[in-house]
T-cell receptor, first 113, second 115 residues
Framework: SAVISQKPSRDICQRGTSLTIQCQVDSQVTMMFWYRQQPGQSLTLIATANQGSEATYESGFVIDKFPISRPNLTFSTLTVSNMSPEDSSIYLC??????????FGQGTRLTVV | AQKVTQAQTEISVVEKEDVTLDCVYETRDTTYYLFWYKQPPSGELVFLIRRNSFDEQNEISGRYSWNFQKSTSSFNFTITASQVVDSAVYFCAITAPSNDYKLSFGAGTTVTVRA
């Protein structure tokens, strides 16, 4: 199993600013995933973050808007850049368990005003 | 690619009633994994169960039970004798090695249990 610490747990930000979300895992993992959950919606994968390489973004998400860092096997950050109210969502990081339980952080509830 | 359909948007029941949540999946993979997650109002995702494609045994865990049927590509979830604490959004999801274990989620079903 893996324990994931994600912070901040929530934030209220001004439009045009950026927020960096941190995700710390208590064990080394190859792949980390970042998901977005817009209000009342399901979870959508933003990108896959592998250590030592650039993140792979899903359709509709771009690096300029959601830059990701993965400096080592236990840590990743997601930045939401130049925020607008449409970016208000819950952002979750996850680590894959090779088909076993996929572990999730507690989520970051972002409100952009 | 994989896809999950949860046709039920919202279900409202009275406490102690049973509730069944439907999940239909699509995949071309022979090896895949199905999940159910619960998301209470606090927002965190709570893992409930995982099933791999080679294990069609139904499972019961307390008041929860799951019915996996490959013939109909379904992985339904039943809460028996529902309680108010069961009120949450429930997500069905699928992943596969061919997709680097990325999870594809259904739209979710909101369950409201009234006292």
């Amino acid at each position: 199993s893996a324990v994931i610490s994600q912070k901040p747990s929530r934030d209220i930000c001004q439009r045009g600013t950026s927020l960096t979300i941190q995700c710390q895992v208590d064990s080394q993992v190859t792949m980390m995933f970042w998901y977005r959950q817009q209000p009342g919606q399901s979870l959508t994968l933003i990108a896959t973050a592998n250590q030592g390489s650039e993140a792979t973004y899903e359709s509709g998400f771009v690096i300029d808007k959601f830059p990701i860092s993965r400096p080592n096997l236990t840590f990743s950050t997601l930045t939401v850049s130049n925020m607008s109210p449409e970016d208000s969502s819950i952002y979750l990081c996850s680590v894959e368990g090779r088909g076993t339980e996929a572990f999730f952080g507690q989520g970051t509830r972002l409100t952009v005003v | 690619a994989q896809k999950v359909t949860q046709a039920q948007t919202e279900i409202s029941v009275v406490e102690k009633e049973d509730v069944t949540l439907d999940c239909v999946y699509e995949t071309r993979d022979t090896t895949y994994y199905l999940f159910w997650y619960k998301q209470p109002p606090s927002g965190e995702l709570v893992f409930l169960i995982r099933r791999n494609s080679f294990d069609e045994q139904n499972e019961i865990s307390g008041r929860y039970s799951w019915n996996f049927q490959k013939s109909t590509s379904s992985f339904n979830f039943t809460i028996t004798a529902s309680q108010v604490v069961d009120s949450a959004v429930y997500f069905c999801a699928i992943t596969a090695p061919s997709n680097d274990y990325k999870l594809s989620f259904g739209a979710g079903t909101t369950v409201t249990v009234r006292a």
